[in-house]
């Protein structure tokens, strides 16, 4: 039986998957700041889809440790302390180790150059001043190492883990320069030369580099809606 066509002009309704991933990516790019209220009614208006959609929506996001639930006050973005954030960095240093030894036994110059062309698109990031695509680039390194782990618990692990990162980031201090040194060129670098102690070496370095700016509450904007701020990025590229 062959579907109806939409009226010109109008849009197929967003899936439960592509708002799940629209509101992930808002999480990873800093664009929804900790304690951001998650209005159903709003989100559900903002997508014209239903409450039980956006509250599935809310769920997984949840059990993604990115929202948190409140009986009788609803969803919000989670927020992390100094020291959660803290111990998400050693939990991230330890795993992220024992992956890098692994992927530089293993990778494959088809995979490094994939790895190469993120980064490539991380640095042009960088040069536009794009933050929120730098943020989920970056992002988006760390996890495609893990993808090449052959630990699978292990990728497992790091890949539930750097999410959350995103709400550590919130602690930079006013004034980090948006684009430090190209570290994750150095980490591919010391990968594909085959050497796992300077590629371990390489990628603690960039870890430490980052978590010493955690140490002061970033100014956030309060001012802004939660409409305001999701219309702010572009179409997920997911």
């Keep these: 039986m062959r579907t109806a066509p939409l009226p010109a002009g109008s849009k197929p309704k967003p899936t439960e998957e592509l708002i799940y991933t629209e509101l992930f990516d808002s999480i990873l790019e800093r664009r929804l700041p900790p304690d951001t209220k998650l209005g159903e009614n709003l989100l559900a208006e903002h997508y014209g889809v239903s409450r039980t959609i956006i509250r599935q929506v809310l769920m997984r996001l949840a059990h993604d440790q990115l929202v948190k639930l409140e009986p009788h006050r609803g969803a919000f973005v989670a927020s992390l302390t100094l020291d959660q954030a803290k111990q998400i960095y050693e939990a991230w240093r330890l795993t992220e180790a024992a992956i890098v030894r692994d992927v530089t036994r293993n990778i494959t110059r088809k995979q490094v150059a994939a790895l190469r062309s993120l980064v490539k698109e991380e640095r042009l990031a960088c040069e536009q001043r794009d933050v929120p695509r730098l943020s989920r680039l970056s992002a988006q390194f760390h996890i495609q190492l893990a993808d090449l782990c052959q630990n699978k618990y292990l990728a497992r692990f790091l890949k539930e883990?750097?999410?959350?990162?995103?709400?550590?980031?919130?602690?930079?201090?006013?004034?980090?320069?948006?684009?430090?040194?190209?570290?994750?060129?150095?980490?591919?670098?010391?990968?594909?030369?085959?050497?796992?102690?300077?590629?371990?070496?390489?990628?603690?370095?960039?870890?430490?580099?980052?978590?010493?700016?955690?140490?002061?509450?970033?100014?956030?904007?309060?001012?802004?809606?939660?409409?305001?701020?999701?219309?702010?990025r572009s179409p997920s590229l997911r």
């Design 161 to 232: 883990l750097i999410p959350q990162t995103s709400l550590a980031f919130f602690y930079e201090v006013q004034g980090m320069p948006i684009c430090t040194k190209d570290e994750h060129s150095e980490i591919l670098d010391q990968i594909a030369s085959g050497d796992e102690e300077a590629a371990v070496h390489a990628a603690m370095r960039h870890l430490d580099g980052i978590e010493s700016a955690l140490n002061a509450r970033a100014s956030l904007n309060g001012n802004a809606s939660l409409v305001d701020l999701l219309k702010s």
